[in-house]
C-alpha cells in the first residue's frame, strides 16, 4: 500500500471519523475501511456511521480484534484504511445463507465481486457471521472452487464463544446472515505464513466409522462419547476448554497444516457435533491448545510470512499492510497474556507496517501446494497472516 490511514481506539466508535481522513490515502477512490468491533457494541449504527464519514466501502464483522500495537486491551474497534496507487477493489454480499443453496448463493456473490473489479483478482478477504448449523465447509468449499487459486483470507465472526450477535459489515449494513466478499486487483502481491498449534494427549486415532456432515457417530465402530470416555473426557467436557479434533483424510499424506476442528457439542445419542465436516474413512485425535506452544506456532508463521516477503521484495515491492486471523481459542487459552500473538508481530514486523486483524471461530487462508501453487484452507487453532 502506497498511503494507509490506522486507528487502534477502543472508543473510535463513540467519535465521528473526520472526513479528511482519506486525504491520507494516495488512492481513495479504491480505498477500503476494515473494521473489527466488539459485539457488544451497537455495531449497526457504528458501520453506518463510518461508510458516511470515510466515504468509502466497510468492510469487517463483530469479533474480539487483534489490538498490535494498542497493546493492553483486545476487544473495542480497529479500523485499517488501506488505499494503493494501480489498484481497484470491489465489495459483494451474499444473498440470505440457505444451505441447500450454498453453491448458487456462492457463485452469485463470488460472480458480482469479480464483475465489478477493474483487472483479475489478486487477493480476496472473506467476512463470515457465524453460520446456521454451522454449515462453513459446504459454503467455503464451493467458494474455494469458485477462486480457482485466487488466494482467500478470513474467518467467521467470534464473539467470546456464545455466537449470539456476529455479524459481517458491507458499506454502510451489518448482516448476521449474510457472507461479505471483497477483491483486490493492480498491484497486489501477498505473502502468506500459517502457524498451527494443537496437542494431542493420545496417540490413540481412530477412524470414522459413521458420520453426517458435521456429525460424527461412530469411530472404530464405537460410538463418539465412548471414545471420549475412552480418552477421559466426559460429556461435560467441551464445557471445561476448548476441545479440538484433527481430522486427517484417508488419502493424506501431509501433517504440516492439519485440518482441525472444535468440538461444538456432545449429543445425547452418543454423536458428536464438530465445527466442520468429517468424512468417513478420516482418521481422528482428540487435541486442545497447549499454551507454551502457541508463541512458537506465532513464531513459526510470521518466519513463514518473512520468507514470503523477503521473495517478494525482490521486486522492489514494498509492504506495509499486515492482515492476521487467529482462532479465538488461542486468545481464550492466554488470559494471562492475551497479546502476545500480536506482541510477537510488532516486535517482527517494521515499524511502517500497520496491522488489521481479528480472531474468528473459523480461519481461512492459503497454504502452500504442489509446483509451489497455493491451495486455500479451512483451518481452526491456528494463526494465518497476510501481508500486501
Same mark, same amino acid.
Given at each position: 500500500?502506497?498511503?494507509?490511514?490506522?486507528?487502534?481506539?477502543?472508543?473510535?466508535?463513540?467519535?465521528?471519523?473526520?472526513?479528511?481522513?482519506?486525504?491520507?490515502?494516495?488512492?481513495?477512490?479504491?480505498?477500503?475501511?476494515?473494521?473489527?468491533?466488539?459485539?457488544?457494541?451497537?455495531?449497526?449504527?457504528?458501520?453506518?456511521?463510518?461508510?458516511?464519514? *470515510?466515504?468509502?466501502?466497510?468492510?469487517?464483522?463483530?469479533?474480539?480484534?487483534?489490538?498490535?500495537?494498542?497493546?493492553?486491551?483486545?476487544?473495542?474497534?480497529?479500523?485499517?484504511?488501506?488505499?494503493?496507487?494501480?489498484?481497484?477493489?470491489?465489495?459483494?454480499?451474499?444473498?440470505?445463507?440457505?444451505?441447500?443453496?450454498?453453491? =448458487?448463493?456462492?457463485?452469485?456473490?463470488?460472480?458480482?465481486?469479480? &464483475?465489478?473489479?477493474?483487472?483479475?483478482?489478486?487477493?480476496?478477504? *472473506?467476512?463470515?457471521?457465524?453460520?446456521?448449523?454451522?454449515?462453513?465447509?459446504?459454503?467455503?468449499?464451493?467458494?474455494? =472452487?469458485?477462486? &480457482?487459486?485466487?488466494?482467500?483470507?478470513?474467518?467467521?465472526?467470534?464473539?467470546?464463544?456464545?455466537?449470539?450477535?456476529?455479524?459481517?459489515?458491507?458499506?454502510?449494513?451489518?448482516?448476521?446472515?449474510?457472507?461479505?466478499?471483497?477483491?483486490?486487483?493492480?498491484?497486489?502481491?501477498?505473502?502468506?505464513?500459517?502457524?498451527?498449534?494443537?496437542?494431542?494427549?493420545?496417540?490413540?486415532?481412530?477412524?470414522?466409522?459413521? @458420520?453426517? #456432515?458435521?456429525?460424527?457417530?461412530?469411530?472404530?465402530?464405537?460410538?463418539?462419547?465412548?471414545?471420549?470416555?475412552?480418552? #477421559?473426557?466426559?460429556?461435560?467436557?467441551?464445557?471445561?476448554?476448548?476441545?479440538?479434533?484433527?481430522?486427517?483424510?484417508?488419502?493424506?499424506? &501431509?501433517?504440516?497444516?492439519?485440518?482441525?476442528?472444535?468440538?461444538?457439542?456432545?449429543?445425547?445419542?452418543?454423536?458428536?457435533?464438530?465445527?466442520?465436516?468429517?468424512?468417513?474413512?478420516?482418521?481422528?485425535?482428540?487435541?486442545?491448545?497447549?499454551?507454551?506452544?502457541?508463541?512458537?506456532?506465532?513464531?513459526?508463521?510470521?518466519?513463514?510470512?518473512?520468507?514470503?516477503?523477503?521473495?517478494? =521484495?525482490?521486486?522492489?515491492?514494498?509492504?506495509?499492510?499486515?492482515? @492476521?486471523?487467529?482462532?479465538?481459542?488461542?486468545?481464550?487459552?492466554?488470559?494471562?497474556?492475551?497479546?502476545?500473538?500480536?506482541?510477537?508481530?510488532?516486535?517482527?514486523?517494521?515499524?511502517?507496517? @500497520?496491522?488489521?486483524?481479528?480472531?474468528?471461530?473459523?480461519?481461512?487462508?492459503?497454504?502452500?501446494?504442489?509446483?509451489?501453487?497455493?491451495?486455500?484452507?479451512?483451518?481452526?487453532?491456528?494463526?494465518?497472516?497476510?501481508?500486501?
Amino acid at each position: 500500500m502506497d498511503a494507509l490511514g490506522h486507528n487502534n481506539n477502543a472508543d473510535f466508535g463513540d467519535v465521528n471519523p473526520s472526513p479528511d481522513i482519506n486525504l491520507h490515502l494516495e488512492n481513495p477512490e479504491a480505498a477500503i475501511a476494515l473494521l473489527a468491533c466488539s459485539p457488544d457494541s451497537d455495531y449497526a449504527e457504528l458501520v453506518t456511521t463510518l461508510s458516511a464519514s *470515510l466515504h468509502m466501502p466497510v468492510a469487517g464483522l463483530t469479533s474480539v480484534g487483534i489490538p498490535f500495537d494498542s497493546g493492553d486491551e483486545a476487544f473495542g474497534t480497529h479500523v485499517t484504511l488501506i488505499g494503493k496507487k494501480k489498484t481497484s477493489r470491489s465489495v459483494a454480499v451474499s444473498d440470505v445463507l440457505n444451505h441447500p443453496k450454498s453453491r =448458487e448463493l456462492m457463485a452469485d456473490m463470488h460472480k458480482r465481486c469479480v &464483475d465489478a473489479l477493474d483487472g483479475e483478482p489478486k487477493l480476496f478477504l *472473506l467476512f463470515m457471521p457465524i453460520l446456521p448449523n454451522l454449515y462453513a465447509d459446504d459454503y467455503l468449499d464451493r467458494l474455494f =472452487e469458485l477462486l &480457482d487459486g485466487v488466494p482467500v483470507v478470513g474467518g467467521m465472526a467470534s464473539d467470546d464463544f456464545r455466537s449470539e450477535r456476529t455479524a459481517a459489515f458491507a458499506n454502510d449494513s451489518a448482516y448476521r446472515d449474510r457472507m461479505v466478499l471483497v477483491a483486490f486487483s493492480g498491484d497486489i502481491r501477498p505473502a502468506f505464513g500459517v502457524g498451527c498449534e494443537i496437542t494431542n494427549p493420545s496417540t490413540y486415532s481412530p477412524v470414522v466409522t459413521e @458420520a453426517d #456432515g458435521n456429525v460424527v457417530r461412530r469411530v472404530d465402530d464405537m460410538l463418539f462419547s465412548d471414545y471420549m470416555n475412552k480418552l #477421559g473426557f466426559g460429556p461435560e467436557a467441551t464445557a471445561d476448554f476448548p476441545l479440538s479434533i484433527r481430522i486427517r483424510p484417508a488419502d493424506a499424506d &501431509d501433517d504440516e497444516y492439519p485440518r482441525i476442528s472444535s468440538i461444538v457439542a456432545m449429543n445425547d445419542d452418543g454423536s458428536g457435533t464438530l465445527s466442520s465436516n468429517v468424512e468417513v474413512g478420516s482418521t481422528l485425535s482428540v487435541g486442545f491448545i497447549n499454551q507454551a506452544n502457541i508463541i512458537a506456532s506465532t513464531q513459526s508463521a510470521v518466519d513463514r510470512l518473512k520468507s514470503n516477503m523477503i521473495d517478494i =521484495e525482490k521486486d522492489g515491492y514494498r509492504f506495509d499492510t499486515l492482515f @492476521a486471523v487467529s482462532c479465538v481459542a488461542r486468545y481464550y487459552s492466554m488470559l494471562e497474556q492475551p497479546n502476545v500473538e500480536a506482541q510477537i508481530l510488532d516486535k517482527e514486523m517494521t515499524p511502517d507496517i @500497520a496491522g488489521f486483524g481479528f480472531y474468528a471461530f473459523r480461519e481461512v487462508g492459503p497454504v502452500p501446494g504442489a509446483n509451489g501453487t497455493l491451495i486455500n484452507q479451512r483451518h481452526g487453532q491456528s494463526l494465518v497472516l497476510c501481508a500486501i
